[in-house]
């Protein structure tokens, strides 16, 4: 068995506890994204939406268009190219709010793509990730074997991230003062949980990553090339300021790898290549990210 063969056959430690953990830490960093939404952010997407629009093309279809049209160029095992076709389904990753905000984005419409696309994952990140793996073979056989169940994975995702987030709009519709002093507490301390969490799960499985990393490095590094990709060139193909291009560039480019670890640990048992490549994601793309937005906050 080759070194890229294993990977569909190996499983990283993780226990029920942990996934129990990991699912309340994205609920809480789903929160604390929600309370800073308000009512007039929705407003603002009907007055001004072509960026919005725009955001939503890069994110839901370009970027898993793309990915498959890179997983038939590299051809990987089939546990990774699912990864990758998870990770490119998931909505944007909560980090991109205050990495937008670093870039000196448009930051209004940086929050009001997390929140509505967060809502929209309910349903489009199973099927996405249903249609893109039908349409390559390995993944396609690989899905039938597994036989996920949809409508449970529907579910997960409501639970993670919907109900999160209305409680947190409601939050801060009714109690605005509450809201921004949880805002100021919660932002800091669920980052933190969330990457400590990524931290102690790769160190609980450190032997794994350390002997299949030269193969995922170059991977992840390809498809978060071309999710930043997509979301830039979107942005310039249609003329958007500079300001609304960083935004779709880091909303496209920051993925919540985290909801994806809770659908691998909860309907694919841990399967390792799932679980590594959308791990390592957790960890590049806020390298990539917080790269990205230092060297574009002095260009205006």
Same mark, same amino acid.
């Given at each position: ?7 569909d ?19 809480l ?39 498959w049209?890179?997983i038939?160029?590299?051809q ?9 076709f ?16 670093l870039?000196k984005?448009?930051t209004?419409l ?6 509505? +696309?967060? @809502? &929209?994952?309910?349903? *489009?990140?199973? $099927?996405?990730? %249903? !249609? ?46 509450l809201a921004?002093?949880? +805002?100021? @507490? &919660?932002?800091?301390? *669920?980052?933190? $949980?969330?990457? %400590? !969490? ?6 609980g ?12 490095f170059?991977?992840v590094?390809a ?6 990709l ?9 003329h ?9 560039t ?9 909801l994806g670890?809770v659908?691998?640990?909860t ?8 679980a590594?490549?959308t791990?390592f994601?957790?960890?590049w ?16």
């Amino acid at each position: 068995m080759t070194q890229e063969s294993s990977l569909d056959s190996i499983q990283l430690n993780f226990s029920p506890s942990d996934l129990l953990l990991l699912n309340l830490a994205l609920a809480l960093i789903m929160y604390g994204v929600a309370l800073d939404l308000r009512f007039n952010d929705f407003k603002y997407l009907a007055k001004n939406p072509k960026g919005f629009y725009l955001g939503v093309f890069s994110q839901f279809l370009l970027l898993p268009f793309l990915t498959w049209g890179l997983i038939n160029i590299i051809q990987p095992p089939p546990s990774v190219a699912l990864g990758m076709f998870l990770v490119a389904a998931c909505p944007g990753g909560n980090i991109s709010n205050f990495l937008t905000n670093l870039a000196k984005g448009n930051t209004a419409l940086s929050i009001s793509l997390t929140g509505v +696309s967060s @809502i &929209l994952s309910i349903f *489009s990140t199973p $099927l996405n990730f %249903a !249609f893109w793996a039908s349409m390559y073979a390995p993944t396609s056989n690989l899905l039938r074997e597994i036989q996920l169940d949809y409508k449970d994975a529907f579910f997960t995702v409501a639970l993670i991230l919907g109900i999160p987030l209305i409680l947190g709009v409601l939050t801060h519709q009714k109690f605005p003062q509450l809201a921004e002093k949880l +805002s100021k @507490i &919660l932002k800091p301390v *669920s980052l933190i $949980l969330f990457t %400590a !969490f990524i931290i102690v799960a790769f160190l609980g499985n450190f032997d794994i990553f350390l002997s299949y990393i030269s193969l995922i490095f170059l991977w992840v590094l390809a498809h978060n090339f071309i999710a930043l990709l997509a979301g830039f060139t979107t942005g310039k193909i249609f003329h958007l300021p500079l300001a609304d291009v960083k935004s779709l560039t880091i909303e496209t480019g920051i993925q919540n790898s985290g909801l994806g670890l809770v659908l691998i640990f909860t309907y694919f048992n841990g399967l390792g290549g799932m679980a590594i490549i959308t791990a390592f994601w957790g960890i590049w793309h806020l390298i990539s990210g917080m790269a990205i937005a230092t060297l574009w906050k002095n260009k205006e």
